[in-house]
């Protein structure tokens, strides 16, 4: 199985043009692909196991790794639940794109949550959040190296360059030297709870949404200081998504039900798209901006908005539960 995961790696980019977008539905324990051309149809459903929460994709499209995890299942704004976690759940699931199966599971640690790959395919970086850890796995020889982040990392993401990582956890936002795995700085200026991080494609700014600050907190990637923000106003914020152009941020706001457009230019928020849906949460736009994808938890949909105005264009059902939203090329 190692060679095989490993053989998918080092395929070359093939992509036949659009997008496929896929949901991590956690109740139903599965991913939802929809095909992002024409009318949005889904292109079918992958098992995955319990509770799919976050998802990455390698650059070429080829590897999509989940995480699932064990632990019961919070309510909508909470960050943990009263329940028996089923350890033998966790880890991250290798499913590949194009044959849409499951080529293996990842042992990663308790309670994986946050998860991104490398640019190159060859090194995973997973948020483990009841152990408090970074858990970085060499996709090669499988070695696994921890360290210690403290309290509830929830979220994870990589500067495109590979070079740096910012770790989203309970009182600060971690800064990651990926090749040492060794924490850089602790950022207790981004509030008491970041939420998600995006990056920008040049990696010079990084996005960081509060849930306690109900702000968006803007970065400097290179410094790792805090240059601006924009006020949502909201009392909570869930998902993010920058479009391609880097011009656009997108913002979800859990029960507020609602999609916040941003103008990273003017670093105001130019727009709020009202009852997309009764809990909205994970969000993605295509390459081209003409679409955004939005998960809907309490409605179990994926709301689809015309990129340019936030109109609805339509509904997709999905499983029980939609959360993480990923859009990937074909």
């Known amino acids: 199985m190692r060679a095989l995961v490993f053989g998918v790696l080092a395929m ?13 539905n956690e109740k139903s324990g599965d ?6 051309s024409g009318k949005d149809t889904i292109a079918g459903f992958i098992p995955v196991g319990k509770r799919p929460h976050s998802l990455s994709l390698t650059a070429d499209g080829r590897l999509l790794f989940v ?29 590949d794109t194009e044959t849409r199966k499951v080529l293996r599971t990842l042992p990663v640690g308790r309670d994986p949550q ?24 060499d996709l090669v020889s499988l070695a696994v190296v921890r360290l210690r982040i403290g309290p509830r990392p929830r979220s994870i993401a990589l500067r495109p360059d590979g070079a740096i990582a910012y770790v ?22 981004v509030g008491l709870a970041p939420a998600v991080v995006v990056f920008s494609a040049d990696g010079k ?7 306690d600050g109900r702000r968006v907190a803007i970065l400097d990637a290179v410094q790792h200081a805090v240059v601006g923000s924009v006020e949502l106003g909201q009392t909570y914020l869930v998902g993010m998504a920058l479009s391609a152009d880097g011009k656009t941020l997108l913002v979800t706001t859990g029960a507020g039900g609602s999609v916040i457009m941003i103008d990273v230019g003017t670093r105001h928020v130019t727009k709020v798209i009202e009852d997309v849906g009764g ?13 955004v994808y ?19 264009i339509r509904r997709v059902p999905a499983g029980k539960w939609p959360m993480a939203v990923l859009v990937g090329a074909r």
Not at 12 to 24: D, E, F, I, Q
Not at 31 to 36: E, K, N
Not at 124 to 136: M, T
Not at 168 to 189: F, H, N, P, T, Y
């Open 205 to 211: 700014l990084a996005f960081v949404g509060e849930r």
């Open 67 to 95: 995480t699932t995890t064990g632990s019961p299942l919070p309510a909508p704004g909470e960050d943990v639940a009263k329940g028996t976690r089923d350890a033998a759940a966790d880890g991250v699931v290798v499913v």
């Open 168 to 189: 989203a956890s309970q009182g600060k936002l971690g800064v990651i030297d990926v090749r040492s795995l060794s924490e850089l700085a602790a950022m207790a200026a």
């Open 12 to 24: 070359s980019a093939c992509s036949s043009g659009g997008s496929l977008v896929y949901v991590a």
């Open 31 to 36: 991913i939802m692909v929809i095909d992002a």
């Open 114 to 137: 946050g998860v991104a790959v490398s640019a190159d395919g060859k090194r995973l970086l997973v948020a483990s959040f009841d152990a408090g850890e970074v858990v970085a796995m």
């Open 294 to 312: 939005v998960a809907n938890i309490a409605a179990n949909d994926v709301a689809v908005l015309a990129g340019d105005t936030g109109k609805l």
């Open 279 to 291: 809990y909205t949460a994970g969000i993605g736009i295509t390459a081209d901006g003409k679409k």
